[in-house]
């Protein structure tokens, strides 16, 4: 049984191809096509820093100037001392982590159970599971909002929260990737002695490394962008996502850009931030299609 974990383990631990690549990658046609796109996917961000940084009085000229004339944090200043953005990253951050944790949690455990477990109706529930992908959001708003109304949940963090514990894109990815684990692994460990539930917890799910990293950001980038939910659900100022107290810095008659410029800056940075350090696992997951040995 060690042995076999062991090689598990060692197998979990490839995160790439070995580092012995001091080799200059020669130049193709391909990074004359990647690198123009790259930029022109970077402008956008680009202009959003550059406007948070740049005077009012600039901002309001049409068209903006890209490059502002001077520098300012003026909008920064303003963001910290007229807004609750603070509160508001924090409850983010709560909903977020909260939504991550749960997910990997809750949709590891059902993604293994209908790739692993044979029982009835397995199938129909997997079917009935993944034809709630194809509902639009909008027309759950209402029946979701009376039931959360019902149960006290209505204008309080926790409307933010209980949407994203599970998500029927985490099990369906999850379940995939499950099924692409030779079984073979858990069948030995179940002949030496070990229960289902250490097969998961020590085989299955240090294997699962790559699947669980993707979960995390698809569910991050969901959870942290949501906007129309929690302008339907939450009025409290107290209980604001990030998302929706930059929203009310939009009026119907004036808009001060450079607030909203500052608080996109600060919506943004976090998500960068972790991308940059999951994207490896993410790749892994794009081209991962099974262990060779």
């Not at 096509?33 to 009085?57: E, G, K, N, R, W």
Request: proline content about 6%.
């Amino acid at each position: 049984m060690s042995s076999l974990l062991t090689s598990v383990s060692a197998r979990a631990d490839l995160k790439g191809p070995p580092p012995a690549s001091h080799k200059r990658h020669r130049m193709s046609l391909w990074h004359l096509f990647l690198f123009p796109t790259a930029l022109l996917f970077a402008i956008p961000l680009v202009q959003m820093f550059l406007a948070s940084l740049s005077p009012q009085a600039e901002l309001l000229r049409f068209p903006p100037p890209f490059i502002p004339s001077h520098l300012t944090i003026d909008g920064y200043t303003r963001l910290l001392s007229t807004s609750d953005v603070l509160l508001w990253l924090g409850n983010t951050v709560l909903v977020s982590t909260v939504a991550i944790v749960s997910n990997m949690v809750l949709c590891s455990l059902a993604g293994y159970g209908f790739a692993r477990l044979s029982f009835r109706g397995r199938n129909f529930g997997f079917l009935a599971i993944v034809a709630t992908i194809m509902i639009p959001t909008q027309v759950l708003m209402i029946p979701t909002y009376l039931l959360f109304s019902r149960i006290g949940l209505i204008n309080t963090l926790g409307a933010a929260i209980v949407p994203w514990l599970a998500t029927s894109f985490g099990i369906f990815l999850m379940r995939q990737f499950f099924l692409s684990i030779p079984a073979e692994l858990e069948e030995a460990a179940l002949i030496d002695g070990c229960s289902r539930r250490q097969v998961f917890l020590r085989i299955v799910l240090p294997l699962a490394k790559p699947a669980l990293a993707t979960l995390a950001i698809f569910t991050l980038l969901g959870a942290w962008n949501d906007l129309i939910w929690p302008l339907i659900a939450i009025n409290d100022p107290g209980a604001f996502t990030l998302q929706l107290g930059i929203a009310n810095f939009q009026g119907t008659r004036r808009t001060d850009w450079a607030l909203l410029m500052a608080g996109n800056v600060v919506a943004t940075l976090p998500l960068i931030f972790f991308f940059s350090i999951a994207q490896k696992q993410f790749v892994a997951t794009m081209t991962l299609s099974g262990l060779k040995g």
